[in-house]
């Protein structure tokens, strides 16, 4: 079995510098992703038996033939539940949410279709830095002024990877086993 998710990647200098809040910000339970593995999330699979791979590719590369590349810009950070009560801390996607979300249920409704368990909770685009192991308080205005630093920041989408997952003791290591293209142009 192979633990799988879709995920939108990530431009390396981006990467390096969502990778730098960990020393700008501080939390006394703070798992903090590795920089090589910030990703944006479209679709968690878990558990997937390796001969349903190139069914999902192939009906995932359907779904990226409807889908035009876009742009996607970084808002501010936010935690969930909730910045009273952090368990995740997370930087959300502002310009291009909508195209994420769009794609990201196109391909949650033909998971469906091949047995995957829908998420019951809506889709929201995050990029995780950081898992809490208890609940703590975030601060709201360290990290405003963190995200200025990010203004500005765009990443064109233009294809989207299917990682596999590996849980090690040293923490997840990620492999990208595909990639496809969105649509280019507009025919
Ligand atoms: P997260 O960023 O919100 O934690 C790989 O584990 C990716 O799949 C993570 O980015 C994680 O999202 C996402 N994911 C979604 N549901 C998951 C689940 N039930 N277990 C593990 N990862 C999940």
Redesign the pocket.
Known sequence: ML?L?W?IELPQDLRKKLGKVREKIKFKSAKW?EQENI???L??L?STPEEKVEEIRSEVEKICRNHQPFQISLSTFGA?PSNKKAR?L?FGVAQGADKAICLAKDIEKAMAKLGFEE?RKPYHP???LA?LKFLEQIDEERLKLLAQNFEGSQVEVKEITL?Q?QLTPKG?I?TPLSRIALKQGLG
């Open positions: 633990r998710f995920a992703v990703h944006l999330t679709k968690f878990g969930f995740v997370w998420e995050h990029i995780t898992r990682f997952s997840p990620y």
